[in-house]
């Protein structure tokens, strides 16, 4: 019979798309020539870069890819609809009045930085 308790203090995390168990947290991919390092939820390598290629957006200043489970800058148009831009300082502007987490294709934890 095979023992799969592991008794190790390495915590067992497994890939919450395929199962699949992971070695080593943060799951690092490389996505759009940026390194996305990402700890929660958990996922595989190629899981991760499957969500990135489905759920990432296009940032309104350099126009390259803001990958899922990443800090984003949030800008809102006249029309009052939301752009994105990375959290860079080559990207977030002053004018960027929200930063937010996003998420798997929406706006996770949104918070409003109050410019007093
Ligand atoms: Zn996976
Ligand atoms: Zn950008």
């Given at each position: 019979m095979k023992q799969t308790v592991s008794s190790k203090n390495s915590q067992a995390a497994h890939c919450s798309e395929c199962g699949a168990e992971i070695s080593?947290?943060?799951t690092v991919v490389e996505f759009d020539r940026q390194e996305i390092h990402v700890f929660d939820p958990v996922f595989c390598a190629s899981c991760l870069l499957s969500l990135c290629e489905r759920y990432a957006v296009e940032c309104a200043n350099c126009g390259g890819k803001i990958p899922p489970y990443s800090q984003v800058g949030v800008l809102k148009t006249e029309m009052g609809a939301s752009q994105f831009v990375h959290m860079t300082t080559a990207c977030?502007?002053?004018?960027?009045a929200f930063h937010g987490y996003w998420g798997k294709g929406t706006l996770g934890e949104f918070v409003q930085v109050e410019a007093c």
């Open positions: 080593q947290l943060p977030s502007t002053a004018g960027s």
